[in-house]
C-alpha cells in the first residue's frame, strides 16, 4: 500500500498526472515527498505518485536535504519540504535577468547574516568574504547587492537593515578666525605632513555624547589617521579633568612609546579639551611635552574627518539620544574591536587592526586597540 492509498487508485492517479502538461514542485507537493521518503517509499514511487521525471524528484531531494540528529546522537541526511520551499522562494524572488544569487543560497544566507547580525555594510561584507577566502557559487558586486536589496531580492535583507546613506558634503574652504589663538595652537600651525596621511602617529580626538541632561558620561575616542586605529574610554563625566586624567592612564599604561604614537592629536574647541597643557604635558617625564595639541577652527567638524567617520560607526551601536551611562565597559571594547575589526573599502578590505600592525611591528600593543 502506498500511503494508503489502494493500488488502483494510485494507477488512475498516476496516469491522469501522467496527462497534465508542465508544472512545478508546490509546497504540497514537498509535503508528500517528506511523508513518502520518511515511510520508505522509493524516489520512483515518489515521482510516478506526483506525476514527475525521476530527475526532478532527485534534484528536489538535494534541495531540502539537510543533517539530522537522531535520538541515538548518529546524524543521517533527511529531506526538509520546508527547506525546500524556502529555496524556491529564493530563486522565484531572484528570477529576472542577472540575478545570480538566486541561485547561491549560501552566499545569500551569509551576506545577511553578515550585513544584519555583524552590521557590516554590504561593500565591508564582500571584502570581508574576500579576505578570508570564503568561497561560494557565485560573485557579486557591491552595486549589485544594493540593487538585490533594493528590489527585494533577499528574504530578511531590506534596506531598513543598512546604515543611513549619508549626503556627501562638500569641501569647505572658508578661511575663519581662530578662537583658540590664545588657548592653543591653530590647527594652521600644525604639520602639512598630517594633512597627508602618509605618516603614522597623527590623531584626532572627539567626545561622543548621550542623552542631554540625561546622561553625565560620554565615550573619548581617538582615531589614528593614516590606519583608522581607534581608541575608546568611557568616561564618567564631560569634564576637562577627566579627559587629562584618560591620557595620562594611556600614557602611563604605553610608556615612552607614547611619545612615538601620539605625535599630535587634533581636537575641536569643546570645553572638555580646554586643558591644552594639561593633555600635552607628560606624567612620567615632568616639565616635559609627550605630544602637540592642535585646535580645529570652530564649527568645522570637516577638519577632524576620520573621527566624523568612526563616530558614525559608534551611532550604529549606540544610537543618539542613548543614555550612555547604561553602555557598560564590556560594551565599550567589542565596539571597539568591531570597528578595528571592521573591513575598509580604502584599505582593500583589510581592517584598522591589520594598518596598525604593519605600522608598528615591534610594539607589542594588541591590548590597547
Known amino acids: 500500500m502506498l500511503l494508503n492509498i489502494p493500488q488502483m487508485t494510485f494507477f488512475l492517479i498516476r496516469n491522469e498526472m501522467s496527462m497534465r502538461h508542465f508544472r512545478v514542485l508546490t509546497r504540497i507537493d514537498r509535503i508528500k515527498i517528506e511523508t513518502m521518503l520518511n515511510t520508505g517509499h522509493s524516489v520512483r514511487e515518489i515521482a510516478d505518485f506526483l506525476g514527475f521525471h525521476r530527475s526532478s524528484i532527485y534534484r528536489e531531494i538535494k534541495r531540502g536535504k539537510y543533517e539530522h540528529l537522531c535520538s541515538d546522537y548518529q546524524t543521517e541526511i533527511r529531506y526538509s519540504s520546508d527547506l525546500a520551499q524556502k529555496d524556491r522562494e529564493y530563486k522565484k524572488a531572484a528570477t529576472g535577468r542577472n540575478v545570480k544569487i538566486g541561485y547561491d543560497r549560501e552566499l545569500a544566507d551569509f551576506l545577511e547574516h553578515l550585513i544584519i547580525e555583524e552590521d557590516l555594510s554590504p561593500e565591508a561584507a564582500l571584502f570581508y568574504i574576500k579576505k578570508n577566502q570564503i568561497r561560494f557559487d557565485t560573485t557579486i558586486s557591491v552595486r549589485t547587492v544594493y540593487r538585490y536589496i533594493d528590489h527585494g531580492v533577499f528574504l530578511r535583507l531590506t534596506n531598513k537593515n543598512l546604515p ?18 590664545s588657548a592653543g595652537k591653530s590647527i594652521e600651525r600644525r604639520p602639512q605632513e598630517v594633512l597627508s ?17 540625561v546622561t553625565k558620561g560620554c565615550l573619548l575616542v581617538l582615531t589614528e589617521r593614516k590606519t583608522r586605529s581607534e581608541l575608546i574610554f568611557k568616561l564618567k563625566d564631560q569634564k576637562s579633568g577627566s579627559v587629562v586624567r584618560a591620557i595620562d592612564q594611556l600614557e602611563q599604561k604605553l610608556g615612552d612609546r607614547f611619545t612615538k604614537i601620539f605625535q599630535t592629536i587634533t581636537v575641536d574647541n569643546g570645553v572638555e579639551f580646554s586643558d591644552y597643557k594639561g593633555l600635552e604635558s607628560s606624567v612620567l617625564h615632568p616639565g616635559k611635552k609627550r605630544t602637540e595639541l592642535y585646535y580645529c577652527h570652530a564649527y568645522c567638524s570637516w577638519e577632524r574627518p576620520s573621527n566624523e567617520n568612526q563616530n558614525k560607526l559608534i551611532r550604529r551601536k549606540i544610537p543618539k539620544g542613548f543614555d550612555i551611562d547604561r553602555v557598560t565597559d564590556k560594551q565599550v571594547v567589542e565596539i571597539n574591536q568591531w570597528i578595528n575589526l571592521y573591513p575598509r573599502g580604502i584599505f582593500d578590505g583589510f581592517n584598522a587592526s591589520d594598518m596598525w600592525d604593519k605600522e608598528i611591528p615591534n610594539l607589542k600593543l594588541e591590548k590597547i586597540i
Open 197 to 213: 596621511r602618509n605618516n603614522f602617529g597623527h590623531w584626532e580626538m572627539d567626545t561622543v555624547k548621550g542623552k542631554q541632561k
Open 164 to 181: 543611513v546613506k549619508g549626503r556627501k558634503g562638500q569641501k569647505y574652504h572658508v578661511k575663519r578666525v581662530q578662537k583658540r589663538a
